[in-house]
């Protein structure tokens, strides 16, 4: 079956271009899907390392693009920016929209297997499957032997399970800003995956919890994160980066391969983000440039 | 009259602080208005200079600081950033918000003569003279003796005309990104002035037409102005940047004093104005900061 990518729009921006594409997606159950793709203007000379940005609860492909100040040093790195949504749209699932941390706009990266969701909210299999398969059909330059991986809040969560959990290693590298980074353990993750998934918590634990799956570890890692102590979901227990960080050090990862900085009253929001968002890029640059 | 400044949020950025302050203003006819105020960290130690960023149509306070990548280099440059509204709000005016291109989100940066909004939309005594002395008066750390004004689209008319018309010189420099260059000439421009002034276009020309002011202009000029070829608005003939440029070099202003650049296949987002918003704020740092 041939996909069609249509173009919705499309901004110059640092020399490259940023454009918004729309799909049929399968793993979606056939609902209309968008994502943004930077291309650094390299890649029209040859093919270039691809960096996944996941957005956090309440957002779409949109917010790292407009706000997360990744794309200029992503330009001079020479490394496209690929920005999914965050969940499918318009499923037209019963009790879908009626919360802003379940449900649209919350897909939690995770594949449903509660036959309530499991035709539409498969966000894991959406990122980390179709779209390279799409966006390689479609002739592309991306290099998907080269892909990092990165998100913040609910992305940071995804970003940092799909790069342990993959059987492939599809990734490189992951990073994190602000993670739900022990969701078995937090309200968030509780109704999440006490929604999405037929055996709630107790089936997460195994693919869908980042400081479950860096205590049985075995491969080096490569990961930055970073929160903010000014956060209030921090201080509110929905993140947890301090359980993800002992069970790293207990697994045995110091601090080259587990970075985990404390950055002192900053919060949640994308002026955070944005602060630390060329550390980042040139942290994947690393490993995606090697 | 003390003006009380009330804090609406507060964000670390850059290691420095984006508040949003609000307050009622006496110039919008006792309206409440809200801006946004970056202080670079260095501002703990010592008053810094500030650089004024007028927004465009339909846009808010916010527009600029969450998506103009402005904060980083400010910080780096220890330049204070200032984000105005772009109209008064909730002034209960017959028809004020019915258009995108007048009235709410549209105030022009002018003084409204026209009786029916003269009492609020009064947006050139807002920007130019009370957020100073209300910034001044609250004890923030502001140098007013050095600022500089850029703006986007409308924005851009706005930072051209407050600089190149005050009689004060209360600005060191101005630039602009695809700014409405010669806004009696052009749809939107005929549409402000013919609501906003009681004469019009031609009652514009004396102070509020970029390309007006630069023809009869005597002073030295420190002058920016980047606007993209793929721009919708400059292709309609919205912009007219050729015509501030044909004026300035009539007018015996050479490209160091008058630079306007042309920025190839860019359009008129926040995806081109982030591209060279590190080109602005250096340009204006040169006069802050000398």
Same sequence: chains 1, 2.
């Avoid at 599809?170 to 509780?190: D, M, V």
Wanted: hydrophobic share 40%; glycine share 10%.
């Amino acid at each position: 079956m041939t996909v069609q990518l249509e173009t919705v729009s499309s901004n110059k921006s640092f020399e490259g271009t940023l454009t918004k594409y729309k799909f049929k997606s399968a793993a979606l159950g056939g609902l209309h899907a968008q994502f943004n793709l930077f291309l650094p203007a390299i890649a029209s000379k040859h093919k270039v390392p691809v960096l996944f940005y996941l957005a956090g609860l309440t957002c779409t492909e949109d917010n790292g693009a407009q706000k997360g100040g990744f794309l200029g040093v992503a330009a001079t790195q020479g490394i496209a920016l690929l920005f999914p949504d965050t969940s499918p749209r318009g499923a037209g699932i019963a009790g879908e929209d009626d919360d802003w941390d379940f449900g649209t706009g919350a897909g939690f990266y995770v594949n449903a297997t509660h036959p309530k969701f499991s035709n539409n909210y498969n966000m894991l299999t959406h990122v980390t499957l179709e779209l390279p398969q799409v966006i390689e059909a479609a002739g592309l330059p991306i290099d998907f032997k080269r892909q990092s991986v990165m998100g913040h809040s609910m992305g940071g969560h995804g970003a940092l399970t799909m790069y342990l959990a993959s059987q492939t290693k599809q990734f490189r590298s992951a990073s994190a800003f602000a993670p739900i980074a022990n969701p078995t353990k937090c309200p968030w993750g509780e109704k999440a995956f006490g929604g999405y998934l037929q055996g709630g918590t107790e089936e997460a634990k195994a693919t869908y919890d980042a400081t479950e799956l860096i205590a049985k570890h075995k491969d080096p890692a490569h990961i930055l994160i970073d929160y903010g102590t000014g956060d209030n979901f921090y201080k509110q227990g929905q993140l947890l980066p301090e359980n993800f960080l002992k069970a790293a050090r207990d697994a045995g990862y110091d601090e080259v391969q587990v970075r985990v900085r404390s950055q002192e009253d900053y919060d949640h929001s994308y002026f955070f983000i944005s602060t630390f968002a060329s550390d980042h890029v040139h942290f994947h640059a690393n490993f995606l440039k090697a």
